[in-house]
């Protein structure tokens, strides 16, 4: 779509003055996309992305006046509304374009949000959660206009100091900052029912891939999903660290799911239910030759789905597991040992002693650390002091794969090197 660039001085036609105020626009913006920022000042960056976040309100703002008024395009294109016609002119997907034609609705409604975007200290992101928490307001019957009114005030002065998430909370808990006395009780009533609703959906899924990996699909309540994240970072924070100490860069979320796998695998199961009157357990059936060596599988519980006998290996090192060692015959030679776990005054020695993960290029703090068995536990191996290191959870699963080898150095360090 073009338009005519010619303009009328007298000012007898306002499509032309629209026409050449939208062509000064694009030519101050096709102008500063010509300078590189590279050469720019810092505080002329600063001072750029500053008005660029307010620009980007208002032309938000503007937007949405102009969609609020543009029935009359659907009308005369044919189009069910005018997001039908954003869709076949402009490409832009039905969803985006209905909500901004919704948010373009709402925001008419309120005069405060409106004129906020407009003065560019409202950006669209704000003026969805604002706009979408008034509508709650007003649809709340023990509200009244009064409330409403306050409501848009107190969420509009603060757009200007939270973000939008922070705002999306305020938003929740408006009526109770509106009136306490009144709606205190009616939110707690509320975010009761919010949390039956949470344990209703609660679920769990797995699905095994056939790769060696299983994919996980849960939803649990909003207490139970900050808690698992926050006990997440816990872990991968200082791992994160860690790696970028010595060089490494590892996405993050890979991190937080060897995180998560590090709360399975170190998980007391004196806290698990009793079955039959002995806590749950799980079992890994291997082979005392495929034990000893670096190739050969191992049958995880009862259910015999296979791992490698070098995962069940560093497995045994710190995990509440049941080993059972089968002969030539498929007889039972070792069913567990009561001392194959460090006990943890043994653990506290340790870290005494070694103060941190012993692989050469690792300062992982002791607190992050997993005990090793030299000798492995496997081939006789004892657990004591003198055949055991502390190993992060990175250089221990590294010292159980046989893709690499390890010698102890003198000062008691573990030194790595890839198999050639």
């Known amino acids: 779509m073009s338009l005519d660039g010619s303009i009328d001085h007298w000012g007898t036609n306002p499509a032309d003055a629209i026409d050449a105020e939208l062509a000064a626009i694009e030519s101050s913006l096709d102008t500063l996309l010509t300078r590189d920022p590279a050469y720019w000042r810092t505080s002329q960056k600063k001072t750029a992305l500053e008005r660029i976040e307010r620009l980007q309100a208002k032309q938000a703002a503007l937007k949405l006046r102009i969609l609020a008024a543009a029935g009359d395009i659907a009308e005369e294109t044919g189009a069910k509304d005018v997001s039908g016609w954003m869709l076949t002119e402009l490409l832009v997907d039905k969803k985006t374009g209905r909500a901004e034609v919704k948010l373009a609705t709402a925001v008419g409604k309120y005069e405060l949000v409106a004129a906020g975007m407009a003065a560019g200290v409202i950006s669209q992101d704000k003026a969805w959660v604002i706009t979408t928490a008034l509508d709650q307001v007003a649809t709340d019957p023990v509200a009244t206009t009064e409330d409403l009114v306050l409501a848009e005030k107190l969420l509009v002065e603060s757009?200007?100091?939270?973000?939008?998430?922070?705002?999306?909370?305020?938003?929740?808990?408006?009526?109770?900052?509106?009136?306490?006395?009144?709606?205190?009780?009616?939110?707690?009533?509320?975010?009761?029912?919010?949390?039956?609703?949470?344990?209703?959906?609660?679920?769990?899924q797995t699905r095994t891939n056939g790769d060696g990996t299983v994919d996980i699909h849960a939803r649990v309540s909003t207490a139970v999903g900050i808690r698992l994240r926050t006990m997440l970072d816990s872990l991968a924070q200082p791992r994160k660290l860690s790696a970028e100490n010595r060089g490494r860069k590892t996405p993050y979320d890979r991190l937080l799911g060897q995180a998560f796998a590090r709360i399975i695998e170190t998980y007391d199961v004196d806290q698990l239910p009793r079955h039959g009157g002995h806590a749950t357990t799980v079992f890994v059936t291997m082979s005392v030759e495929d034990l000893r060596r670096d190739l050969g599988t191992a049958a995880l519980g009862f259910d015999g789905e296979q791992i490698t006998a070098t995962e069940a290996r560093r497995m045994a090192c710190n995990a509440d597991l049941i080993p059972v060692v089968l002969g030539s015959d498929s007889e039972i030679l070792d069913f567990g040992r009561s001392i194959r776990l460090a006990h943890p005054v043994q653990h506290r020695a340790l870290r005494l002693r070694d103060k941190c993960c012993q692989a050469e290029d690792c300062d992982a703090p002791a607190a992050w650390t997993e005990a090793h068995h030299l000798k492995p536990w496997s081939q006789g191996g004892r657990t004591d002091m003198a055949n055991m290191v502390l190993l992060c959870a990175s250089d221990h699963r590294r010292i159980h794969d046989p893709d690499y080898t390890y010698e102890r150095l003198p000062d008691g360090r573990i030194r790595f090197a890839r198999r050639v």
């Open 159 to 204: 757009a200007t100091e939270l973000t939008a998430k922070k705002l999306a909370t305020a938003g929740k808990h408006i009526l109770a900052t509106v009136d306490p006395e009144r709606f205190e009780a009616a939110e707690a009533k509320a975010l009761q029912r919010e949390e039956e609703a949470a344990q209703r959906r609660t679920f769990f």
